[in-house]
């Protein structure tokens, strides 16, 4: 029986009309966009679970902030409003906007990544892997075995294999890996939470081989939310205190701020030591890509919406609403018997489409395959997270195999309602059930040498 969903802590206040499309419109759509989620129009998609990155619905305050963006070039009074946010919440001594999380990567990445370096996560997200990859180190990923196995429910499958880091260190010698990353919540690994003890012990291991720890924070509320709910040490404390105390253990952070901030543009580089040598080189490079560090390829306006985003993401009613939304669809799920990475994620389910598909190998994409059908079924536009997304190996070009093949189901934030949550549950139980008819995958007929899956060209594998 699925479970009650938590009522929404808000009412609408605009609305924003969809368009229904038949099947058959949806067919000629998706066949048009080469099979390609990215390529398809907005306007296409009935339900948009892409992503969940800058596709929240910002409150009639940040609406209201945005009418008094300070719009000067350097110093703008959003700006201050801004750090002074960021610094209360995250604790760091210096904070630099950028204009979204891969940018923050662009400017910090290589200023301890190049060439023969290693940079170890417990999961790079794509554009972080491919931000390593650029400056010209090599990712390893490096998640706990758990994390691994979507049918198995623990707590905390995105933490790091603290061990299996310590050996991939000692293997590539200490002076090698330029960089931890740990990701919060684990994107990849389906969204899944980072405990505090797993932080404070990875932070251990870096500060003995005198390494130096990013935190990847697209989700750190999220992450947040779950160490209170399953963390003992941590079940007293606010939400605040405990993204104060995650982030302590760490030198600095990336952030793309379309998440968890809970605004539609917008990211940000911390760094915890005020008198850290590195600031100087984040405004220069800042300066040359993104634009003067007051404002770093933002509006004044955005940097007035992040700074009650900041906020308004780590309040707990939110929180419990957000992920009482997850759970209740999860619940559906379990009760088709659906798997899915479990238990659920901070930002949707992320479905083993192996599980539906087993037929189908990895190299015909079966993450892209349920895509596809869940955009033909219902109108719901998903993405492949699995061997599709992966790639290919940089230095041998050969397809790749991911540990698993997901489709994610992205959730936007304070966007969708509780009917909106059942189409999805109907549409993956209608494209489940008539699984076996799929007797094959999709090829690639065109790619891009880097982050392949958004650009893409694909087409049905013949008999
Ligand atoms: C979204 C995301 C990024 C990249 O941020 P953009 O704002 O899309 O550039 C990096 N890391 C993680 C974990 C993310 O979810």
Redesign the pocket.
Known sequence: MAIKYVPEPFRIKMVEPLTMMTRAEREEAIKRADYNMFRLKGSECYIDLLTD??TNAMSDKQWAGIMQGDEAYAGASSYYRFVDAAKDIFGYGFIQPVH????A?KVLFPTFLSQGKYAISNMF?D??RAHVILAGARPIDCCCEEGKNPSLRAKFKGNMDVEKMEEIIKEKGAENIGLVVM?ITN?SAGGQPVSMKNMREVSEVCKKYNIPLNI?A??YAENSYFVKRDEEECKDMTIKEIVKKMFSYADMC?M?A??DTIVNMG?MIGIKDPESPLILKIKANCISYEGFYTYGGLNGRDLEALAIGLYEGIDENYLKYRNGQMEYLASRLDDAGIAYQAPIGGHGPFIDAAQIYPHIPYYEFPGQVLAIELYKEAGIRTCDIGSYMLGNDPDTGKQLRSDNEFTRLAIPRRVYTQSHIDIMADALIEVRDHAKEIRHGYKITWEPPILRHFQASLAPVEN
């Open positions: 990155s800058g979204q999380g891969r940018a990567e997200f554009t972080t990701t994107n990847d697209a989700r990336t793309s379309k998440k990211g």
